[in-house]
């Protein structure tokens, strides 16, 4: 039976693959809590980790199972999770299964028995080529006593075929064999994006300088020289294993800096809360659409939008709540962003900047007043506010044009004087200079 940690890892490694991103605090959380009994309610869930049941309902749990379902290519929901994320494991764990045959007569034949390479590895798992079937023999029972797993062919073609069913981790390939040479069939191994990391170990008679240089140059990764050494012949697999062993380790290691670089990144310019853009990241960004807007002669705008009465429905209704309130409408702005290329950023505690692109400035009045609509329609209550029972937003927007006699702080001023136009006027609205 597999484990809850490893089930989640699991399906986060899944996610990162597919979309680059890894699952918020949050959604952990919920998807450790369903592991454990997916009979937890979402308000057991949202009361045990201190969050609002509808901002679970309503705000992450559409969405978590949504991500889910499209990394796992099929519809999961609460009560399916678990099945489906242990299904795909096992899935993964048997696509490359190690069976034990000897292929012999020019034949292949498996024992389905045999456990898969992920599970159970033996020190490593040998291909021997070979068309004189007493070379074979003495190297099989050589290797095998030594704990490897072995598998023969008694020429190319079906060393060809035994490749494909099961990768090997080192081949020993003899060069003069009938129908298809060992140079011949690294070629072939080597042109194939599926096999070309083998490692392949050239068995050889021919103890010619050139016929070393060519089975290098095929792609060989050592050369063997009959008759051999038991000493010599152990000594060069297992420096090729070892090789193996350290570009897994190596690739494994890169795979993690990538992961821990991402998520410093991701932390370093992501709202926690919210889950928009933060302020350090707006100010970065906004120096540089003021730069880049100076230079080339174009106009900057900036919207600020700010919650109506937020410190009073804060008091009224706590913590919780107000979490809740700007998740929702920070995603709801987002929303209402989405076919554009501006930025969206949380300026202060209950204050989004939108550092408005280019191309989205002949629409400036057009994205206010939907701006205001996307945040009507979630219908937060807000018994106190009136006349409208729902939290609403305030909208205040400017532009300038960009000159050496004032910086980027005149137009977070104008937008800034705008906003409080609106406010004053009762909110739920836009004003723009």
């Keep these: 039976m597999l484990d809850i940690e490893t089930i989640l890892q699991f399906t986060e490694d899944k996610l990162y693959a597919k979309t680059g991103n890894y699952f918020s605090d949050i959604q952990k959380i919920i998807l450790l809590k369903i592991l454990e009994n997916n009979r937890y309610t979402y308000e057991q869930i949202a009361d045990n980790c201190g969050y609002s049941a509808k901002y679970l309902k309503q705000g992450i749990v559409p969405k978590l199972w949504q991500t889910i379902s499209e990394i796992f290519e099929e519809k999961v929901t609460k009560n399916n999770f678990k099945g489906v994320a242990q299904q795909k494991m096992q899935h993964q764990l048997t696509l490359a299964p190690l069976p034990s045959e000897k292929l012999l007569n020019q034949s292949v034949e498996v024992n389905a028995d045999s456990p898969s390479l992920s599970t159970n590895r033996h020190r490593g798992n040998i291909l021997l080529v070979d068309d004189q079937l007493q070379n074979l023999n003495v190297l099989s029972d050589l290797l095998e006593e030594q704990g490897y797993e072995v598998r023969q062919a008694l020429n190319g073609s079906i060393a060809l075929k035994a490749v494909e069913l099961t990768l090997p981790d080192v081949i020993l390939l003899d060069i003069h064999m009938p129908e298809l040479d060992g140079y011949t069939v690294c070629q072939r191994l080597k042109a194939n994006p599926q096999t070309q990391d083998v490692a392949i170990i050239f068995v050889s008679a021919l103890d010619e300088a050139w016929d ?9 990764a050592d050369y063997i020289t009959k008759p051999f050494k038991v000493i010599e012949v152990l000594a060069r697999i297992e420096n090729q294993l070892n090789i193996q062993r350290l570009k897994r380790e190596v690739e494994q290691q890169n795979i993690q800096l990538q992961q821990a670089f991402h998520e410093l990144g991701r932390l370093g310019v992501l709202d926690e809360l919210t889950q928009v853009a933060n302020r350090s990241r707006f100010n970065d960004y906004l120096n540089r659409e003021w730069e880049r807007a100076h230079q080339n002669k174009e106009s900057l705008a900036l919207i600020f939008c700010k919650i109506d009465k937020f410190a009073e429905y804060n008091q009224s209704y706590g913590n919780l709540e107000k979490d809740s309130c700007l998740y929702e409408v920070a995603q709801a702005l987002k929303h209402g962003l989405q076919s554009s290329k501006s930025l969206l950023c949380r300026y202060e505690e ?8 280019l191309s989205d400035i002949p629409n400036l ?30 909208i205040g927007i400017a532009s300038l044009n960009p000159d050496e006699q004032i910086t980027s702080d005149r137009l977070i001023q104008l937008s800034e004087q705008e906003l409080e136009k609106a406010e004053a006027q009762g909110g739920d609205r836009y004003s723009m200079n």
């Design 212 to 220: 070393k240089v060519k089975a290098f140059s095929v792609g060989g």
């Design 350 to 357: 209950a204050k989004f900047g939108i550092i408005v692109s």
């Design 365 to 394: 009045e057009k994205i206010a007043k939907n701006l205001v609509d996307e945040v009507n329609q979630l219908q937060i209550p807000y018994s106190i506010s009136s006349p409208n029972p729902y939290i609403t937003v305030s």
